[in-house]
């Protein structure tokens, strides 16, 4: 028995000898870089909001329901993996995926799971390239310089991510062609865009003049109510650009129509089926300067517009938020930003009409790796 434990220690430890040199003589097929952020919010808002850190709309003007937050979930992990030629892909993760139950509580509080935001491959074949997985929607993908992770949805930026099989066709080095077929709904769980029965269309057409980008977009699908069975189909153009105006000024934003935009965040989330789809109409504009120097700074607006005759009372009926921030790196990786915001959410009641306001006040910090 000795004998034999002895000679099964020798082979283990030849094996565990020999096999870094075989790693060392086969190089991997793909490079992989790791990158992310590490990401601390602390946040005031003097009224009730919706979303939490997420700072969605105003829920209500009672003082009283005035909040103070600090978190870290904004923290993101990812890994880029490539040939180096014609195949990539990527992986990416954060923190904002929430689970605060009876169950969590009870074993010991509530935890903060993992979200998966990317998780992709996509390979080229000339000036074709096929992409399947989660990534952004076909939207222009501009957004406001805003610190909140909610980056103005339900506020006229138009943006969320998706699993899709994509087709983009680069026609020149100055215009391409996408289209894709996406998951037709932001539910993680099968729901009202899964029993349509169908997946999502989208579109995009993107022109860049110089260092300007215009993007031109749309999208088509249908839900269907698990419970009356009626659909309701999403419909959505989007305009978007960017446009340097001096080397320190860019200003950037979105402007957009459709109905049923739950996918997208607009609509300030309305649904609806038959006469009653909820249409809206918004979009946003950001300024951001860019200086020499250490400093930065934001000033965006953007609207929400849905259209009121078509919800019904206690609905919102419009969302608009004006922000401006400051941001400073500070030991030439530490980034620090303060903002302060204004929300006003317009609600539809059985009397008329009535305007909740909020301030939002937020500190954040970035190490970026």
């Not at 915001?341 to 009641?349: F, G």
Request: charged fraction near 20%; charge should be positive; glycine fraction near 10%.
């Amino acid at each position: 028995m000795n004998k034999i434990l002895l000679s099964a220690a020798i082979l283990t430890i030849a094996a565990c000898g020999a096999a870094p040199a075989r790693a060392q003589q086969t190089p991997p097929p793909y490079k992989i870089s790791f990158y992310g952020h590490i990401k601390t919010d602390f946040a005031y808002d003097t009224k009730g909001v919706a979303g939490d850190d997420y700072t969605q709309y105003v829920a209500t003007e009672r003082s009283l329901d005035r909040d103070f937050r600090a978190s870290a979930r904004g923290t993101r992990l990812g890994l880029d993996l490539s040939d180096g030629d014609k195949v990539s892909g990527k992986v990416e993760a954060d923190f904002l995926g929430l689970s605060e139950n009876a169950e969590t509580t009870s074993a010991g509080g509530p935890t903060t799971d993992l979200r998966l935001r990317h998780a992709y491959v996509s390979f080229r074949a000339g000036k074709f390239q096929v992409l399947a997985g989660q990534t952004w929607h076909l939207l222009p993908l501009e957004l406001s310089g805003t610190n909140n992770e909610f980056a103005l949805g339900y506020s006229g930026a138009l943006w969320y991510r998706a699993p899709q099989l994509r087709l983009t066709y680069a026609a020149s080095e100055r215009l391409s062609f996408a289209a894709a077929a996406v998951r037709p709904t932001r539910k993680l769980t099968d729901a009202e865009g899964t029993a349509s029965g169908l997946p999502q269309a989208q579109a995009q057409a993107q022109l860049k003049l110089g260092k300007a980008r215009l993007t031109l977009m749309g999208a088509y699908g249908q839900w269907r109510n698990t419970a009356t069975m009626q659909r309701g189909e999403v419909q959505l153009a989007d305009f978007g650009y960017s446009v340097p105006l001096t080397p320190a000024l860019t200003l950037n934003g979105q402007v957009w129509t459709g109905q049923n935009l739950y996918d997208f965040l607009g609509g300030i989330g309305n649904m609806g089926y038959g006469s009653a789809e909820a249409k809206a109409s918004g979009g946003f504009a950001n300024l951001q300067i860019k200086p020499a120097g250490r400093f930065s700074y934001n000033i965006a607006y953007g609207v929400d517009n849905p259209v009121n005759s078509r919800l019904t009372a206690g609905s919102r009926t419009r969302n608009a938020t004006l922000l401006a921030n400051a941001a400073c790196q500070v030991y030439e990786r530490v980034g620090v930003t303060l903002e302060a915001a204004r929300q006003v959410t317009e609600y539809k009641l059985a009397a008329g009409y009535e305007d909740r306001e909020n301030l939002h006040y937020q500190l954040s910090f970035k190490f970026p790796f």
